[in-house]
Nanobody, 128 residues
Framework: QLQLVESGGGLVQPGGSLRLSCQVSGFNLDYYAIGWFRQVPGKEREGVSCISSSGSVTNYADAVKDRLTISRDDDKTTVYLQMNSLKSEDSAVYYC?????????????????????WGQGTQVTVSS
């Protein structure tokens, strides 16, 4: 059974850092792109970052570029989202999701509708 479990959220002050983890099981990351998304109440879920199934390509939303870094373990069971210089507007529930399976690809995008498998989310609150 394909599962994704997020962890690492919490309360952090503006300017601080958090590292989110997405533990995957039941599937091989060689055939799935992984995306990170976030959502606040009353707003649509939005893409933050993604990493291709090859692991060689990453993309970021303009709002988080240069502050967030997506990566994955060599054992291909965990995908991370390192978040630095956090702002109050980064507060949201963060979700990881998987898109695939498909042949190993060097592309990824952050379109919500393309991702079929989702984790339960982890809350990030940036506040003083």
């Amino acid at each position: 059974q394909l599962q994704l479990v997020e962890s690492g959220g919490g309360l952090v002050q503006p300017g601080g850092s958090l590292r989110l983890s997405c533990q995957v099981s039941g599937f091989n990351l060689d055939y799935y792109a992984i995306g990170w998304f976030r959502q606040v109440p009353g707003k649509e879920r939005e893409g933050v970052s993604c990493i291709s199934s090859s692991g060689s390509v990453t993309n970021y939303a303009d709002a988080v570029k240069d502050r967030l870094t997506i990566s994955r373990d060599d054992d291909k069971t965990t995908v991370y989202l390192q978040m630095n210089s956090l702002k109050s507007e980064d507060s949201a529930v963060y979700y990881c999701a998987a898109e695939g399976p498909r042949f190993t690809s060097h592309t990824c995008d952050m379109k919500v509708y393309e991702y079929e498998y989702w984790g339960q989310g982890t809350q990030v609150t940036v506040s003083s």
